[in-house]
């Protein structure tokens, strides 16, 4: 699938506010510093739609950005990142929460992981909520050019490992780096799908 026209629509804390939940919907959450943000501007192929920053916390609302006028992608705040004060992340993960167990026209929530980390509590724990709340989620992993492409290949197989041990599914995976444009296609072609659905649903 080709992305057209991506624009930015709208920034909330509250998900009642969030445009109308007519259109089929992807969110991208995961730690803080992730990538999330990066993504979706590697995805939309536009450098500077979603706004990143090398200091961890630089998204602190919902924010929506539409693409050529038939879905939504959603990047949302971090979670984990331990330099804002309990207060905030609280508020934070109230917001975060209250959107992706309400949100009813959120189709899929990829849930992002730094590739160069083994398997952290913070997501695993994260991943065994939507899990538990039937929330449908895939991974992807990002930051893939840290690495050699060996050494990718090898954290992706031990953090499936990881999760094999633990629920009976693993949830489709994919692996990306937004400096250097790759991993975009697999993940359109996803979404790509899921659009039919939501279509054939209506
Ligand atoms: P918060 O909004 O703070 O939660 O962070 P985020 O998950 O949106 O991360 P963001 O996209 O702002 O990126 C954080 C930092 O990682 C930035 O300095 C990015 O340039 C860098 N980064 C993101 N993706 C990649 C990648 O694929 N490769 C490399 N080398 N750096 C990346
Ligand atoms: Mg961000």
């Known amino acids: 699938m080709k992305v057209q026209e991506a624009r930015y629509v709208m920034s909330n804390s509250d998900y009642l506010k969030c445009p109308q939940p007519i259109l089929p919907e992807y969110a991208f959450i995961g730690r803080s510093n992730v990538g999330k943000s990066s993504l979706i501007n590697m995805l939309t192929g536009k450098k500077a739609l979603a706004k990143t920053s090398q200091q961890p916390g630089k998204t602190q609302l919902i924010n929506h950005f539409l693409i050529d006028d038939t879905w939504y992608l959603v990047d949302l705040p971090g979670y984990g990142y331990a330099k804002v004060s309990k207060v905030e992340r609280d508020k934070w993960e109230k917001m975060i929460n209250d959107y992706l167990y309400n949100r009813e026209n959120l189709v899929c929530t990829f849930v992002l992981i730094d590739v160069r980390h083994s398997a952290m509590a913070v997501d695993l724990e994260f991943m065994s909520t939507l ?24 954290q992706v197989e031990a953090y499936k490992k990881k999760l094999a041990e633990l629920w009976e599914e693993i949830p489709p995976v994919f692996v990306t780096s937004a400096e250097k444009n790759d991993g975009r296609e697999p993940i359109l072609q996803a979404i790509g799908t899921y659009n039919q659905t939501f279509e054939k649903a209506k």
């Not at 899990?131 to 090898?154: S, W």
Request: charged share 20%.
């Open 131 to 154: 899990g538990e709340a039937g929330i449908p989620f895939h991974i992807i992993f990002t930051k893939a050019d840290k690495l050699k492409p060996g050494q990718v290949a090898n």
